[in-house]
């Protein structure tokens, strides 16, 4: 599967960002996705997740309540939506997506064999 991350941009302190990653591929749904960031200068990490059965969601403590990520099988994306952005938050984002991964790995950026290209999100104070 091809992954596309696109929606990334420059908002200002409490705005909203919607991030999409559009898939190649007709089985789309077979796969687990996720969403990590990586700010400048720090390790990857985690941000948000959606498993691919149960559609299980999982998100990082620093962006409950304030992300929420969602998938359109029919249209192969799953989007991240982003509300109350802090500067924190500024970052690249990458999707990925994994047919094989386990619920316990799912926050895991080495169980993802797919990954699409990052998009910028910069959030200004």
């Known amino acids: 599967v091809q992954l596309q991350a696109s929606g990334g941009g420059l908002v200002q302190a409490g705005g909203s960002l919607r991030l999409s990653c559009a898939a190649s591929?007709?089985?789309?749904?077979?796969?687990?996705v996720a969403w990590f960031r990586q700010p400048p200068g720090k390790e990857r990490e985690f941000v948000a997740g959606?498993?691919?059965?149960?559609?299980?969601?999982s998100y990082a403590d620093s962006v409950k309540g304030r992300f929420t990520i969602s998938r359109d099988n029919a249209k192969n994306t799953v989007s991240l939506e982003m509300n109350s952005l802090k500067p924190e938050d500024t970052a690249v984002y990458y999707c990925?997506?994994?047919?094989?991964?386990?619920?316990?790995?799912?926050?895991?950026?080495?169980?993802?064999?797919?990954w699409g290209q990052g998009t910028q999100v910069t959030v200004s104070s």
């Open positions: 990925a997506a994994d047919s094989t991964l386990i619920l316990s790995s799912f926050t895991s950026s080495t169980a993802y064999d797919y």
């Open positions: 591929g007709r089985t789309f749904s077979r796969y687990s």
């Open positions: 959606i498993f691919r059965s149960s559609g299980t969601t």
